[in-house]
């Protein structure tokens, strides 16, 4: 019979395994909701930094026809002390969006119209700069969807600079197809080594698709992961 102290000595050799083999920043996604007309959405990310130790935050308000950020919808808050042990970060989060609560009035944000998950990433595995292609059905519509991410990286090092958008399919009940390209192949941003679709959400009224992207960032350590949005007006 394994004892539990040998039981905790696993975990400890598993937490340090995994502390070395990633070495850096990784991000909480948060989905803060929907305007009533579907036609805003707001998400946050909250960590802490791997150097300083320091808690952070950001807000955003997406236009979602535009695809495109609100005006004034991008905050970010940095806590200027090392978190306390054992913390997530999560109270830069808070602090933001205790501040900011006039943002989410403002674009009449409703934080209980949360989208509806259609697609959840739970693979782990990834190739650095490689495409993906994932399938999903709304069930309440009756729409299939099948969307490929395709990434463009360019250069290495310090001169590494990435792109990426997807292609959507759409099949709806009635057998009707139309064809969607989400987000802006143009945009090069710098440092972002990958691109991976983690959770896909439609708002509850009008139809509209949000694509969650973890983006691993190089830094001189190895990776921070951070999240973004693209959003589909259907």
Not at 10 to 36: E, K, N, Q, Y
Request: charge should be neutral; aromatic fraction near 12%; include cysteine.
């Amino acid at each position: 019979m394994v004892s539990k102290k040998t039981y905790f000595l696993i975990a400890c050799a598993l937490v340090l395994c995994a502390s070395t083999l990633w070495a850096g920043d990784m991000a909480s996604f948060v989905d803060l909701g929907f305007s009533p007309d579907g036609r805003i959405y707001m998400f946050a990310q909250y960590g802490v930094q791997s150097g300083t130790l320091r808690p952070w935050a950001e807000l955003f308000v997406v236009d979602v026809p535009r695809n495109d950020f609100a005006n004034g919808g991008r905050i970010a808050f940095t806590h200027n002390s090392p978190v306390i042990s054992g913390s997530d970060g999560s109270g830069a989060f808070y602090r933001l969006i205790a501040r900011n609560a006039a943002l989410a009035e403002q674009y009449r944000v409703n934080f209980l119209l949360q989208g509806q998950p259609l697609y959840i990433s739970l693979d782990t595995n990834e190739v650095i700069g490689r495409g993906e292609t994932i399938e999903f059905r709304d069930f309440e519509a009756g729409n299939s969807y099948k969307a490929s991410l395709m990434p463009l990286v360019e250069g290495s090092g310090n001169n590494l600079r990435s792109s990426f958008h997807i292609t959507l399919d759409r099949v709806a009940r009635n057998g009707d197809r139309k064809t969607y390209m989400v987000g802006n192949p143009q945009i090069k941003r710098t440092l972002v080594a990958s691109y991976k679709i983690k959770k896909v959400v439609i708002a509850p009224n009008d139809g509209s698709v949000i694509f969650v992207i973890e983006m691993k960032i190089q830094t001189d350590d190895g990776y921070d992961i951070r999240y973004m949005v693209e959003a589909l007006h259907q």
